[in-house]
């Protein structure tokens, strides 16, 4: 299958500083991309959906403002997280898939771990 | 109401035992539909998509009942290497956005 990777695979910050995660498609081109959040023992939740070159759409809830998405080409997003928080602490974990429709299989990235102190 | 609900287990089984998972989902028009595995802190994995007629890959057969609205997985014959959660998801749209259960704790032991 296609590769996806994630960068940083873990990270822990300061409550109020921003964190950048950088979701890569290595070898095929991801022409729509997904973020999504994962609290201990819970499901993933999707955050929002990135067409390349067009502005994220977002889930209800989640704040556009505070989870800045940027999809600027074909095999690059990254999602930051504006003056984090504690409750911000998540595994964050992005995918790719090569086109919108459901025949698109979307791979997904080994993700991210938050920490915010 | 969930709009996809799963046991979370966890189910204990014996190495070789068939263990049998199922999922519901809420919304009728639910389009797609697929099984993930998902090791310990680590990202899901596909584990087989889910259509009408069933599919079998291997040990693992899944079927979709939309007059019940769930799907289910069917492990035959389980290996210690199955121990994992499956996560179901369904995708309403037609455009990707899966909406995941919490998973199903699957434990295998020799």
């Known amino acids: 299958g296609a590769v996806v990777s994630q960068h940083p695979s873990w990270v822990i910050c300061k409550s109020g500083t921003s964190v950048k995660i950088e979701c890569r498609s290595l070898?095929?081109?991801?022409?729509?991309m997904f973020w999504y959040r994962q609290f201990p023992k819970q499901s993933l939740m999707l955050m929002a959906t990135s067409n390349e070159g067009s502005k994220a759409t977002y889930e209800q809830g989640v704040e556009k403002d505070k989870f800045l998405i940027n999809h600027a080409s074909l095999t690059l997003s990254t999602l930051t997280v504006t003056s984090a928080h504690p409750e911000d602490s998540s595994f964050y974990i992005c995918?790719?898939?090569?086109?919108?429709?459901?025949?698109?299989?979307?791979?997904f990235g080994p993700g991210t771990r938050l920490t915010v102190l | 109401r969930k709009e996809v609900e799963q046991d979370p287990g966890p189910f204990n089984v014996p190495e070789g035992a068939t263990v049998a998972f199922n999922c519901t989902y809420s919304?009728?028009?639910?389009?797609?539909f697929f099984w993930y595995r998902q090791d310990c802190r680590k990202e899901p994995k596909l584990l087989m998509s889910?259509?009408?007629s069933g599919n079998e890959d291997g040990r693992f057969t899944a079927q979709l009942n939309r007059a019940s609205q769930y799907i289910s997985l069917l492990i035959r014959d389980s290996k210690l290497s199955d121990s994992a959660t499956y996560l179901c998801a369904v995708d309403y749209t037609g455009f990707q956005k899966l909406v995941f259960g919490t998973g199903t704790r699957l434990l295998v032991s020799p």
């Open positions: 995918s790719a898939a090569s086109g919108g429709s459901s025949y698109n299989e979307q791979f």
């Open positions: 919304n009728s028009a639910s389009q797609s």
């Open positions: 070898d095929f081109q991801a022409t729509t």
């Open positions: 889910v259509y009408s």
